[in-house]
């Protein structure tokens, strides 16, 4: 029922940054626990940030430091600002939303050497 559209990704060089929004087709961002997965090739999916709606948040240790997650309630939407970018965090990103689940289609990283 709940519709999610990512963007934001690309191709950026290792040291740079990224910032990746979520949009939510309903209003919900008040009550709902949103985050953000990513799969790279031949790997499962793997959490990276969530966020609930008392905006108490959680990180992969891989990204503690460098990612954060935040959240605009009026304009639905989840944010992911990515900083100092490794080639390891070379993946499809996929936003994540507890009411369903839902999941959006994913967008693509690329962090190059």
């Known amino acids: 029922q709940v519709q999610l559209h990512e963007s934001g990704g690309g191709l950026v060089q290792a040291g740079g940054s990224l910032k990746l929004s979520c949009a939510a087709s309903?209003?919900?961002?008040?009550?709902?626990?949103m985050g953000w997965y990513r799969q790279a090739p031949g790997n499962q999916r793997e959490l990276v940030a969530t966020?609930?709606?008392?905006?108490?948040?959680n990180y992969a240790d891989s990204v503690k430091g460098r990612f954060t997650i935040s959240r605009d309630n009026t304009e639905n939407t989840v944010y992911l600002q990515m900083n100092s970018l490794k080639p390891d965090d070379t993946a499809i990103y996929y936003c994540?939303?507890?009411?369903?689940?839902?999941w959006g289609q994913g967008t693509q990283v690329t962090v190059s050497s």
């Open positions: 966020i609930t709606r008392g905006t108490y948040t």
């Open positions: 994540y939303c507890n009411i369903g689940p839902s």
């Open positions: 309903l209003s919900i961002l008040s009550v709902a626990t």
